[in-house]
């Protein structure tokens, strides 16, 4: 069965700073996406990442995939209040149930941005 | 807006009871996903429909059951509902089966009292 663990859980940061969030997964995937929920919403996707060394870049947000590593990190540069949310990681592979492919999400990252 | 359509929004009920949610996914999507959103569990999967055919199952409860009809919308039962089913729970569809993203509706909240 595929885990899927983010750290950190909880980040509370200032602006203007920067950091990294890291979601490892323990079984071979070949795409992951990233996901953000704001409280009480629902969740919105931001980034697929496709291949090894994939990058992806929207904003102050920059996404990777290590897939030999089985490692994605999503990195925010000089962070801003508006992107105080919850992300999600979610690699596919295939249901444990057996049948078709799907995601499984990590916990999920909450971050809080202050001024 | 994601275009993937729930309801109801808000659901509260006792223990014992069954309730029945509803799903109407994105229009040209054929494939339907259940989660269970919770504190302590974060998002479960708990199934998948492709086309009124169910594909793959996760965690969910035998109490549970779900459907796609041939209007391509989705239900899913929750019956004998007890304190720890009170969550948030969503779905999601996408186009193809197993290489899409998932564009997410924005969740039924059910409290069990």
């Known amino acids: 069965e595929l885990k899927v663990e983010q750290n950190p859980l909880f980040l509370s940061m200032q602006e203007g700073k920067n950091y990294t969030i890291y979601c490892n997964y323990s079984t071979t995937s070949d795409r992951l996406y990233w996901y953000r929920q704001d409280p009480g919403k629902s969740l919105e996707s931001l980034f697929v990442?496709?291949?090894?060394?994939a990058v992806k870049q929207e904003g102050r947000l920059m996404a990777s995939l290590d897939t030999k590593a089985r490692l994605s990190t999503l990195h925010i540069t000089a962070a801003v209040h508006d992107l105080s949310a919850t992300y999600f990681c979610a690699p596919q592979t295939r249901y444990s149930g057996g049948g078709a492919d799907g995601l499984t999400f990590g916990k999920g990252t909450h971050l809080i941005i202050q001024p | 807006d994601s275009g993937v359509t729930q309801t109801p929004k808000h659901l509260i009920t006792a223990t014992g009871q069954r309730v029945t949610l509803r799903c109407s996914p994105r229009?040209?999507?054929?494939?339907v996903y259940w989660y269970q959103q919770s504190l302590d569990q974060g998002l479960q999967f708990l199934i998948q429909?492709?086309?009124?055919?169910?594909?793959a199952k996760g965690n969910i409860l035998e109490r549970f059951s779900a459907q796609q009809f041939p209007d391509l919308h989705s239900e899913l039962n929750l019956s004998s509902l007890e304190l720890g089913d009170s969550a948030l729970y969503f779905c999601?569809?996408?186009?193809?089966?197993?290489?899409?993203?998932?564009?997410f509706g924005n969740g039924t909240r059910l409290t069990v009292t």
């Open positions: 229009s040209g999507d054929l494939s």
């Open positions: 429909y492709y086309n009124g055919e169910e594909r």
């Open positions: 990442l496709l291949s090894n060394g």
């Open positions: 999601a569809s996408s186009q193809e089966l197993d290489r899409s993203p998932l564009h």
